[in-house]
């Protein structure tokens, strides 16, 4: 089974979080346009990312809205140095790297309940930067911005002159960014609904392999479809693609109730989708491929810790059973289809 590893991430982190998405607090961004201003909704949020970034901002740098352990969010901006980015791409199934051990922070909206502003959680989270400066209040929730990070050590220790002006000028201009923030009312129960939901369904609008277009509403169709995630970069090592054929085929003769789908973790993406049709071609496979979207993406960042992992869904988009990780076989995969019909 291969890790969500950094590279992976990072293709994900790009096409999704900086192009903004969904509307939970988890690891996803939510921005009403292309321009610099970026509003959060969900979050209440609205600030304008300096002119200085934008030399800077479409390829060395990553935005992320993650829901700390003490905290009820934190909007952070971290760099990444072209050499980090150069060793992401090319190691693409290494399990020993997390997507932070190649950030470094450039600052942070961080966002707490006022009830929580001295406590040890949060004066952690603000003892990584060396400026903070609150920003806003919003109901029960205070807004504080946090820049000058403490340990650039990965900057400082950059053989490249352009990671080290390029984060400088990054970090100097933070100060404009937090003085550009406006807050508004939001719904944190929603936020919090949200989230929870996020986790028990799965939603998308996105396309075929082949083109066509293709939305979560194919679920009403079938009582149970199995899910399976995969990418094109593990093939031919990690291929069970005949051992699906084997599934799709019994389920059409044998319970037209139920469907199988494969979601391509690494699409849309050109040279990915050309070696997928080359796949299905190769083992004879009929059932429907689909791209990621933003939604779907966002889901797969949120739940999913490597591939192949398999999920089944029930009409209405809720998760029925347990993520089934690594390569089970057909008739692992048929017992866990049987027993849901068999129940219902």
């Not at 992401?88 to 290494?94: C, E």
């Not at 997507?99 to 502003?117: A, K, N, V």
């Not at 291929?239 to 690494?266: C, M, R």
């Not at 739940?303 to 347990?322: A, M, R, S």
Request: glycine letters at 4%.
């Amino acid at each position: 089974m291969k890790k969500l590893n950094s590279i992976t991430a990072v293709v994900l982190a790009l096409t999704l979080i900086l192009s903004g998405c969904g509307s939970k607090p988890a690891e996803v961004a939510e921005n009403t346009d292309t321009s610099r201003t970026q509003t959060i909704e969900s979050l209440g949020l609205k600030y304008t990312v300096p002119e200085e970034w934008d030399t800077i901002v479409d390829t060395n740098v990553f935005r992320f809205i993650v829901a700390p352990d003490d905290a009820f969010a934190m909007v952070r901006y971290s760099y990444a140095t072209n050499q980090d980015l150069e060793t992401m791409a090319n190691n693409p199934f290494d399990t020993t790297s997390s997507l932070d051990d190649y950030l470094t922070p450039i600052c942070s909206i961080l966002i707490f309940e006022r009830d929580d502003e001295d406590s040890e959680g949060v004066n952690a989270l603000m003892e990584n930067y060396k400026s903070a400066q609150k920003l806003s209040e919003q109901g029960n929730y205070i807004y504080y911005g946090l820049w000058d990070y403490s340990d650039t050590s990965k900057i400082d220790s950059s053989p490249s002159s352009l990671d080290k002006e390029g984060y400088k000028k990054l970090t100097n201009s933070a100060p404009k960014l937090m003085n550009s923030v406006e807050t508004f009312d939001f719904d944190p129960d929603e936020i919090i609904s949200q989230t929870t939901e996020s986790k028990e369904t799965m939603t998308f609008l996105t396309q075929t392999l082949s083109g066509e277009e293709i939305s979560s509403v194919i679920f009403d169709s079938y009582d149970i479809t199995m899910v399976y995630f995969w990418a094109s970069y593990c093939y031919p090592d990690i291929n069970e693609l005949p051992e699906l054929q084997k599934v799709y085929e019994t389920i059409k003769e044998s319970y037209p109730n139920a469907n199988l789908i494969l979601a391509a973790i690494d699409t849309p993406d050109e040279n990915a989708e050309a070696v997928l049709k080359q796949a299905m071609e190769e083992n004879g496979c009929t059932f429907t491929v689909i791209k990621m979207d933003e939604l779907l993406g966002s889901w797969v960042l949120s739940n999913l810790e490597g591939l192949p992992t398999t999920v089944y869904v029930d009409k209405e988009g809720h998760i029925v059973d347990q993520y089934v990780q690594g390569l089970q076989g057909s008739e692992v995969y048929l017992n866990i289809i049987q027993a849901f019909l068999a129940n219902k």
